[in-house]
């Protein structure tokens, strides 16, 4: 690791600074970029990796291109650490991913010098040829550049971008930062195919020239002379040109250099060792359990299979590889093929669990819609990170799947309130060959619940009550449950009482139940933790149900109608009023709301339902 201190760097306010350096400075700018990159991310945790191997190419970037009038757009964002501390951002570098700090990925709203805001992989082609073509319609002049990762370019939006943009004769470079990583080394024959380009082979066609690019590299990222050459020779090419460059994923840190993962994603750390400080879990994690509850079910079913779309470790697919080695798949960062690829396995018999982050399933709602649900075919759907995911913020909080899903004709959808329901409905959706299923948990530990009964089949479509009080009911759904429970104790030392109850399904709803409770109750709350889906679904049964409510007033907790910043996920949750005191607040005011002075009031109809007040 280089030494401490940065008197190159701190005199880096912005971009043009560097252009200024004698060039015989810039590798001494890179160690010492490098070296207070990880002191800082050793005390805050971040996406370390990715940022260490892009070191010397950031600062290559900013010499020969006029960033921020020449457009620089980071694939993800995750490696844009370097970037933030050559735009003005060094300083704020140890706020990065907590409460009104730096994002961890670039974001427009940040600054000038991210002129495109990602998160998710693979759009860095497409947004690059939008700016290329509005600047040629405008008159404006200018380059147009982006840095797409070897793990990005197995996205179907990659391809499409490519293939636009070989045909179009514009002026955008596509730098391929290729480091034969992604999360996990990297699946499928792209990256063959990079490894033969990088390996100077030097075939007259490849990929790239075929779609209509010049091909220029491959180069070495590291170093810093011919980085600033190929820049430079690509800088002014005209059409669209794809620049090869060789990095290594954590170049130039040991520990990193070292281990399996290149330190893709830390938690705070001991930058002499590398060694991270975990925070001892409590419990297995939701993740850990799931996995461990798949690998169970297919000890008894062959016809079970994993799939994962380049998070095998994240979403557990890879502890289920290593029972069973040809019953998981990755396909890549390739959401929308791998939901339907689980389609077409479904269709011979076989019972995909297409475990997938919540965020990332956005990307593949058609094939959900088109490939899966018209067609009734019995794919799984193990959606991790269901709500909020605190330090990455709002381009990978899991807000949006129930809302997604719950519309959806046959479509089966449940949360589980802990991890002992998760492996229930994990065997729940083993069992299931009707059609459709997901169920959804977060991201973290589970609570520690004890996992020593064996799993249950669940009865489709039925809650239970958790406990029982005559004022209040408060309808929950998930992991909320435990806030739920929280507030019905805060209520009872009011002398408030409230029927608690796990709703487990979202869809199909537990029709009799509910509209039960919204008859022997004056308030009925729903609780999720996302933004919207369930509440709604609740909302339209009663509607629906037409029937006679009274004086039922209704409150629909749910995540906020805003994108959510990186923050905790207690600070999130108790901002969204879904944490106990949020949700016996709410039920407070509900209840005034139902005293006499209203009695002979016609009800309001906030949410366009006749009936209750909502
Ligand atoms: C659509 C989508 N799926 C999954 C991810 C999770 N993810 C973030 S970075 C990453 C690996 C990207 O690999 P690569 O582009 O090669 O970048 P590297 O980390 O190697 O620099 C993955 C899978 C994501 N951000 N977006
Ligand atoms: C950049 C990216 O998309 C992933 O690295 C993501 O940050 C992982 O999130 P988890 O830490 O929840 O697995
Ligand atoms: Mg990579």
Avoid at 99 to 117: H, Q
Avoid at 385 to 394: K, L, M, T
Wanted: aromatic share 6%; proline share 6%; charged share 20%.
């Amino acid at each position: 690791m280089a030494p401490e201190g940065n008197a190159l760097l701190s005199h880096i306010a912005v971009p043009a600074d560097i252009r200024a350096l004698d060039p015989a400075l810039l590798p001494r700018l890179a160690d010492e970029l490098r070296g207070t990159l990880v002191r800082s991310v050793s005390r805050t945790g971040g996406h370390l990796g990715a940022s260490l191997g892009v070191v010397e190419l950031t600062i290559a970037l900013h010499r020969v291109f006029d960033t921020p009038d020449d457009i620089l757009i980071w694939d993800v964002g995750h490696q844009a650490y370097p970037h933030k501390m050559l735009t003005g951002r060094l300083g704020r570098l140890e706020t990065i991913r907590q409460g009104g700090g730096l994002s961890g990925f670039t974001k427009r709203d940040e600054s000038a010098y991210d002129p495109f805001g990602a998160g998710h992989s693979s759009t860095s082609i497409s947004a690059a040829l939008g700016f290329a073509a509005a600047r040629r319609l405008l008159g404006r002049s200018g380059r147009v550049v982006c840095v797409i990762g070897d793990g990005a370019l197995s996205a179907g939006l990659a391809y499409e971008g490519l293939n636009n943009a070989g045909a179009s004769g514009l002026p955008v470079t596509v730098i391929i930062n290729d480091n034969a990583m992604s999360i996990s080394p990297p699946v499928g024959a792209l990256s063959g195919h990079l490894d033969a380009l990088a390996g100077g082979t030097n075939a007259p066609e490849n990929l790239f020239t075929a779609l209509g690019f010049t091909y220029r590299g491959p180069v070495d990222g590291h170093d810093m002379t011919a980085l600033v050459e190929a820049l430079e020779a690509v800088r002014d090419c005209g059409g669209p040109v794809v620049l090869h460059v060789r990095t290594e994923k954590g170049h130039g840190y040991a520990p990193a250099e070292k281990a399996a993962d290149r330190l893709h994603g830390v938690t705070p750390f001991d930058p002499a060792t590398g060694v991270q400080a975990k925070p001892k879990a409590l419990a297995p994690s939701f993740t850990q359990v799931f996995a461990d509850a798949l690998i169970a079910e297919a000890r008894d079913d062959r016809r079970i299979v994993g799939i994962t779309a380049a998070m095998a470790s994240g979403t557990g697919i890879e502890r289920f590889a290593k029972a069973f080695p040809d019953r998981a798949f990755d396909t890549g960062i390739a959401e929308q093929h791998a939901v339907t690829f689980a389609a077409g396995l479904a269709c011979e018999g076989m019972k995909p669990f297409c475990a997938i982050y919540s965020t990332f399933l956005q990307r593949a709602y058609d094939q959900i819609v088109h490939d899966v649900a018209i067609q009734h075919l019995p794919v799984r759907f193990a959606i991790d990170r269901a709500g909020v995911v605190g330090a990455d913020g709002a381009t990978h909080a899991g807000s949006y799947d129930l809302a997604m899903l719950a519309c959806l004709p046959g479509m089966v959808v449940m949360a589980p309130a802990d991890e002992a329901e998760l492996r229930d409905m994990v065997a729940t959706a083993a069992a299931y060959d009707e059609g459709p299923i997901a169920f959804r948990f977060p991201r973290g530990d589970g609570f520690g619940v004890d996992l020593s009964e064996p799993a249950r089949v669940l009865t489709i479509g039925r809650g239970r009550i958790y406990s029982e009080g005559e004022d209040v009911a408060i309808l929950s759904l998930g992991t909320r449950l435990a806030a739920a429970g929280d507030a019905a104790d805060r209520l009872a030392r009011d002398g408030i009482f409230a029927t608690v109850v796990d709703a487990r399904f979202v869809k199909p709803l537990d029709a009799e139940l509910i509209l039960s409770l919204a008859r022997r109750h004056r308030v009925l709350i729903t609780v999720e933790e996302a933004a919207g889906g369930f509440g709604t679904a609740v909302l339209r049964l009663i509607a629906e149900a037409r029937m006679p409510v009274g004086r039922l007033v209704v409150r629909t907790l749910a995540l906020p109608d805003r994108f959510l910043p990186h923050d905790g996920p207690g600070v999130l949750l108790q901002a969204a009023g879904l944490d106990g005191a949020g949700i016996a607040e709410a039920a407070r005011s509900a209840l005034e709301q139902t005293r006499p002075r209203m009695a002979n009031r016609p009800v309001l109809v906030a949410a366009g339902l006749p009936g209750f007040v909502s």
